[in-house]
Every structure is written in C-alpha cells, then in structure tokens.
RNA sequence: AGAGAGAUGGCAGAGUGGUCGAUUGCGUCGGUCUUGAAAACCGAAGACUGUAACAGGUCCGGGGGUUCGAAUCCCUCUCUCUCUGCCA
C-alpha cells in the first residue's frame, strides 16, 4: 500500500507512476484519495476537539466531586451531553471516510522505479542478459512429459487420481532429484548469509493482506473454510509475515531468510496450450529469498539476489536470461522485478523460473515492519525472490541433458542426487 | 473436544472507577567513577495521529456497552496456559 503522505506530498511523481503501469482511471481514483484524506484529516480535527472539552469536563467533575460539591457536579454532567453526542457523531463520519480510504489504497498498485522500462505486455519487458548456451538436441528429442512417462519418474495420471490434474505424483530418482535439487539450493543459500526458516504452509487473512495477496489475488489461492486459512501460493507470505507488527532493532538489519516450502496456486482460468507436464502446476516445490533492508541499501541488495539466483543456474548448467519488467507486466506490489528465464530446449521456449523483486515500503507500510534509523521511525524494504521454482527447472534439466543413454545430472547436482544419470 | 485460569510497555510483573501512558524489577541507551571493563551511583527512553512548531487526540489482546470519567465494571470474539480426553 502506497503511503498516504507520499501520494499528498508527490502527487505528480504518482500518476506519473501509474500511468507507467497502466493502471486505468488513475487521475480520478487519486483525486478521489486526496480529498477522502482531506474530509479525513478535518474531521479528526473536529473529532480531537470535542474529545479535549470532554477530558476537560470529567477532570472537572472530578475535582468537583471531591469537594463535594454535588450540585455544581451536576450541573456540569449536563453540559457534557451535547459534546458525547457530538463525539459520537463524528466517530462515525471519521471511520466511513477511513474505511472508504483504506478501500480505495488497496486497489492502487506500486510505484515502478526509475529503471522501469515502458511497455504494456511481456512481449516489451526487457531483455537484461543471456547466459550459456543453447544445446542442440536431436530430432527425435523429447519434451519433458514424454521424458518422465519414459523413464518413469513422475506421474501425471497418478497424481489426478489421488488429488486432481496439477498435482503430479514424483517418483524413483523423479522424487529424489526434487529432494536433491532442495537440498541444494537451501545450501547455497546458507552459503551466501541467508537463515532457514520452516514456516507454516497455511496462512491466516492477515497475513495474506501484510504482503498483498489479499485481497487483490483473492481467487489465486485455495481456502480452508472451515479454519478461516489460505494455502500459501509462495513461502514469501508467512516468511515475509513473520515481520508483521515488528520494528526491528537497527543492528537486526538487514535480514536474510531462505525457507523451502510446496506452494499452492488455483491458476482459475488459466489452463490452455502451454501448461502441459510440469509448465504450470497446482502443487510445487519452491525455495524462497526473502530480506528486510534498509532503504538505501536495498537495490543493492536486488542486484545481490539476483546474482544469486543466477549463479544457482549457472551452476546447474542451464541456459539462461534475465528480463526487467516493463511496467505493464509488474506485480501489482512490486516496484522493480527481474525474471530469469531457463532454456527449454526440447520446449523450445524459455521459461520462468524465478522472479525478484523489490517492493520497496509497498508491503511495509501494509504489514507495519519499521525500524528507527538515525533517530527517525521509518519502513522498511522487502524483497523476495525465488531461488528456485523446482517445476520447470527439472523440466529444463530433462529435456536439455537428454541422450540416448538416459539423462544426464548436472554435476553440481549429482552429489545431492546420489546417481549421474537418469535411466 | 470438556473444565478452569489468564491476556498490561523489549521481558517479568503491579495496578480493580478519577491527575494512570500507567508503580517496580530486569534488560537497553547516555553520564560519573576506571588505564579499560565490571560493580555502584545519576539520568534517559513507547507507538500512532496531528501541528509550521506547540497544543490536542488515540492506544493496557480485538470489537461493543455502562459512566461525566474505564487498564479497572458488563457483553462478545480471538488467543494463551493448566488439568482431563484423543493423537504424529
């Protein structure tokens, strides 16, 4: 959520921001802020003031009543009727214009940073750099769904029986490659300064508004009814919650976790042509970056996580590019986010395999995660990033490292798996 | 799931209708002392809102009520603890 006195104090620097983005009807909606905030701020005023007479009068009577003095006291009790009534009134007036205020906030998205290029779809995000080489398969190769049917490593089919279509069924060294491609990456992790966490894979409705979810993404995420809790659609929610409400010591900062958990996700409506095997899943595993900085260290810390995140693939051998978005394909949280795509040779197509981001105080703001620097309380940074998506990293593994003896296992990854190949 | 107890500042823990934003202890920070540290002593310190700055307002788990006045009384929700039951 944007902050209020930065969208008052630097109206122009706003809509400038949100017609980046193309977000519609920006003109009216912050018109429509500015003056919600205005009637907000006077009836505070108005609200402050009758509050004051009315502490004024009870302090009176009081004193009043000590002195035994009862008929004064009374005549005073009868003064303050007006003023409660009053009191009461703009009570209700100032939270209508709160309520119809916050309502109006959640529906308006981050502010893209300066680097932020201009575009509409993901056709005009740009291309930061590629990395490796494309192998060239043999005609006869084969996509990763074919690949794992053959060398009987995950089961589609199997996976509907027991839960439904996108939630696959891993199997044999299918199954120990997902354990052995976790392990890997927690460690790297661990490696360059980050902390494991093990949060809870539910979420309470609180948490799924501190970072944005709810209730913008409403529809994206499974519901427990019966407990009132989301499913997480990524290990960002409860990790970057376990900050909600916190104002961290400044010698806490900055901080660095890394959780692995399954991540669930409805995609309602999104099922088509480019979704078969592994593409796009209900269920899958992912590690997770998060980190609180300060804010002006915290683009620093992007460029970080996403060396990071590239050297993750550089390691597992796989081609590689990383895009910024353009303003019209951003998150609606993020203020800058880059993805990294893997080469899917059989595929033929790059996928996305991890996306991060920095939201700047976006999420902050919303989930009251501040820290006093140099005398002065302000929010925080949050950044998260994916490192990495399982799915369609294996799927990327299979299908460029298929020979006609079976699969071969990146080396950084074969003392993790155990074996070498996939036969 | 049943019965009972409880929820107060970073933590512990007072406060049961009126100068209580809240005693005290620990912890934290600053100072004195010391070569330095510890100890001791002195002092400082909540958050939000609001103002040009003061002032003012709000906050004792959440919400509602009683009262001129609520941390304190009433209702309700949530959560925690203890005992019993069940269970990885």
Sequence with gaps: MLQLTFIRENKDLTLAGLRKRHFT??????????????????????????????????????????????????????????????????????????????????TIPNIPHSSVPEGRTPDDNEVVLEHGNKPDLPADAQPHWELVRKYDIIDFELGVKIAGAGFPVYKGKGARIQRALINFFLDEALKAGYVEVQPPIVV?????????????????????????????????????????????????????????TPCFRREAGSWGAHVRGLNRLHQFDKVEIVRIERPDQSYAALEEMSLHVQSLLQKLELPYRVLRLCGGDMGFTSALTYDMEVWSAAQQRWLEVSSVSNFETYQANRLKLRSKLDGKMQLMHTLNGSALALPRILASILENNQTPDGIRIPQALVPYCGFDVID
Excluded: C
């Design 25 to 106: 009807n920006a003109d009216a909606i912050i018109e429509q802020v500015l003056s919600l905030d205005q009637k907000r701020r006077d009836t505070q005023r108005d609200l402050d003031d009758t509050l004051a007479r009315s502490n004024a009068k009870a302090k009176e009577i009081g004193a009043l009543m000590k002195t035994g003095d009862k008929a004064a006291a009374d005549a005073a009790k009868a003064e303050t009727a007006e003023l409660k009534v009053r009191s009461k009134d703009l009570e209700e007036v100032l939270r209508t214009a709160e309520q119809q205020l916050q309502e109006v906030l959640v």
């Design 204 to 260: 309470n409705e609180d948490s799924g508004f501190g970072t944005g979810q709810l209730p913008d993404k409403e529809g994206q995420m499974y519901y427990v009814t019966e407990d009132k809790l989301y499913l997480i659609p990524t290990a960002e929610v409860p990790i970057t919650n376990l900050y909600r409400d916190v104002i961290l010591p400044e010698s806490q900062l900055p901080v660095r976790n890394v959780g692995y």
